[in-house]
Every structure is written in C-alpha cells, then in structure tokens.
C-alpha cells in the first residue's frame, strides 16, 4: 500500500493550491483519510478528516473556512483544496489512511489513528 501525496509548491498569501494524495495497492473509498502538516520545528498537526463512511469531515481550527478535504472514490484519490493561503500555513503535508471505517473525531485529530502515510509535499507561502 502506497500514498502519494503532490501538489505543493511556492504560493503568495492569499493564493490557492490543491494537493492531491494517490493511494495504491488497496482501495480507501470507506476507510477514514486525512491530511496532517508539520512545518519546522513544530510538532506534526491536523488538519482535515474524512470520518469513512460516515462522510463527516473536519478541520483544524487554523485552516477551518479555508481548507476543504475531498475524495474520489474512482480514483483512490484524495484531495485538499487550501485557499486564502497564509504564510502559517507553510509545512510539509502529509496525506494518511486507516484501516478504519470510523472515527470518533477526537481520535481523528490523533496521528494514532492512521496506519498509512504519505511521504509528504512541501507548500510554502511567502507574505
């Protein structure tokens, strides 16, 4: 099992950009997925969660109104689409998959809770 994440880049504040998380080797369409960062020195930190197959989806209070997490079942793809970006937004994001269907969303925030990884795409946002 496999996760490709890509999509970052250099972006200006209040620019967007997409990442875009591949999984092979298993399908994830039920599974819980999400999307962590850690920018340097930091500690790795949530960001979004789709809860499996209760389809609920949260965010991290730093990204919530601009962030949005999606998927594509037909693709074995997820998505994050970040606008309004803000140089704090600077971090390698991670994209991670569970073996679980569900979630209660205190465990979503938790790095436990996911037993694939992606290797990560670095987004930075200049001011």
């Known amino acids: 099992v496999q996760l490709q994440a890509c999509g970052g880049g250099l972006v200006h504040a209040g620019d967007s950009l997409r990442l875009s998380c591949a999984a092979s080797?298993?399908?994830?369409?039920?599974?819980?997925v999400g999307w962590f960062r850690q920018s340097p020195g930091k500690k790795r930190e949530f960001v979004a969660v789709?809860?499996?197959?209760?389809?609920?989806?949260n965010y991290g209070a730093s990204v919530k109104g601009r962030f949005t997490i999606s998927r594509d079942n037909a693709k074995n793809t997820l998505y994050l689409q970040m606008n309004n970006l803000k140089p704090e937004d600077t971090a390698v994001y991670y994209c991670?998959?569970?073996?679980?269907?569900?979630?209660?969303?205190?465990?979503?925030?938790?790095?436990?809770?996911?037993?694939?990884w992606g290797k990560g795409t670095l987004v930075t946002v200049s001011s």
């Open positions: 789709i809860r499996g197959t209760s389809g609920n989806k």
């Open positions: 080797g298993r399908s994830f369409a039920d599974n819980v």
């Open positions: 991670a998959a569970s073996d679980r269907q569900y979630v209660i969303l205190s465990q979503a925030w938790s790095e436990d809770s996911y037993d694939y």
